[in-house]
């Protein structure tokens, strides 16, 4: 049986021979990576070591524990919350998944504001979910007028409006954190879930965490891929009230969450102040890159990320980012997404390799 969209136009070719796929970022082989947010650290080598210890105590001839009953429990225990009310995933993007699974669908819509992340839309239409899409002020934040006209737009797609309002602070692909009053404005108007993506809260100035206790319907999602140098284990997860966490589990398959990753994530739990080395420098670099984009001469949002969004200005951002390609660079290239042509993100990197990001980029302007 063809699958549905088999027929639309294949992914386009970009260099390298890699494939551009909506919102995939290209593979492309070169020297610097800074395209994916990944981190520029790996773990420490304790943590590899104490990740082959548990991993070595695991009875790989059973199934593993269907709830992640004690990853949940540590989780738990970091964010001062009750293990009823995490739940444990392959990825935030499959919690954002369950998501859609147990409250999305058919008859049912989710609110977002472009730009943001580009899974939210993606995985709401692999749902069948409706995507009603609001605007970001000219400073790439939420208006709570713009709130209101999403909210009332989506109430045409079901009941009273969204079954699920999406905001990402700090916001992937402007690095920008959502003030705390927008955050309960909407979770004061909205008539479903509100969920918040908290992937990149480790580098940024304020959480919405804290709200979780007083607002039911507000869903907060975390991430082992940045802060904790993970992204290869590819382990998120929510915090919410426990009935929604409990619809997770529902729409989740049995087993889903295979052993080794339950222990590794328990392990990373206890190497907290090496991430928050890492994060750190992170930001020290953050910081410094912004400057060397200044100096270039690039208009750069003030990012709380591990990445920086920044505009070419006069120069064609796609070529600017073939040029370094060609140089062994690898940025992002935003330039086709919701009110971003023109722009570029880099992932903050190593030292060396924000040296040559910034080498590269003088080369290709000058």
């Known amino acids: 049986m063809t699958p549905a969209g088999a027929d639309r136009p294949g992914p386009e070719p970009r260099p390298g021979g890699a494939l551009w796929s909506g919102y995939h970022s290209p593979q492309v082989d070169v020297a610097v990576r800074l395209n994916t947010n990944e981190a520029p650290e790996p773990p420490p080598p304790e943590f590899i ?43 935030s993007n499959e919690v954002i998944q369950s998501l859609f699974l147990a409250y999305g669908g ?99 100035r304020s959480s919405v965490l804290g709200l979780v206790a007083t607002h039911p319907h507000l869903v907060v999602l975390r991430t082992f891929s940045k802060t904790w140098s993970l992204a290869a284990l590819r382990l998120g997860y929510a915090l919410g009230a426990p009935d929604v966490i409990e619809s997770l589990f529902s729409a989740a398959l049995p087993y889903h969450l295979d052993a080794v990753k339950q222990a590794a994530g328990i392990v990373a739990l206890g190497f907290t102040e090496e991430m928050d080395g890492r994060v750190a420098r992170i930001v020290a670099e953050r910081d410094r890159l912004l400057a060397g984009l200044g100096a270039l001469g690039f208009a750069a949002i003030p990012s709380e990320s591990n990445f920086i969004l920044f505009s070419t200005g006069d120069h064609d951002a796609h070529r600017v980012w073939e040029d370094l390609v060609q140089r062994s660079v690898l940025v992002r290239d935003l330039t086709g997404w919701p009110r971003l042509a023109g722009h570029l993100r880099v992932t903050i990197g190593t030292a060396a390799e924000n040296d040559a990001f910034l080498a590269a980029l003088a080369q290709v302007i000058s």
């Open 49 to 91: 070591a104490a990740v082959r210890k548990a991993v070595g105590d695991i009875a790989l001839n059973r199934y593993p524990d269907r709830r992640a009953s004690a990853l949940r429990a540590a989780i738990a225990a970091q964010h001062g919350l009750g293990a009823e009310q995490v739940f444990c995933a392959n990825g």
């Open 106 to 204: 058919p008859g049912r819509s989710c609110a977002l504001f472009e730009p943001t992340y580009a899974l939210h839309s993606h995985i709401a239409r692999l749902t069948s979910t409706a995507v009603v899409t609001g605007e970001r002020d000219d400073g790439y934040l939420i208006d709570p007028a713009e709130v209101d006209r999403v909210l009332e737009a989506a109430a045409a797609h079901g009941d009273a409006g969204p079954a699920i309002v999406f905001l990402c602070s700090p916001n992937n692909p402007t690095g920008l954190v959502e003030p705390v009053s927008t955050i309960e404005a909407v979770l004061a108007a909205a008539p479903g879930l509100v969920v918040v993506d908290e992937a990149y809260v480790q580098f940024a």
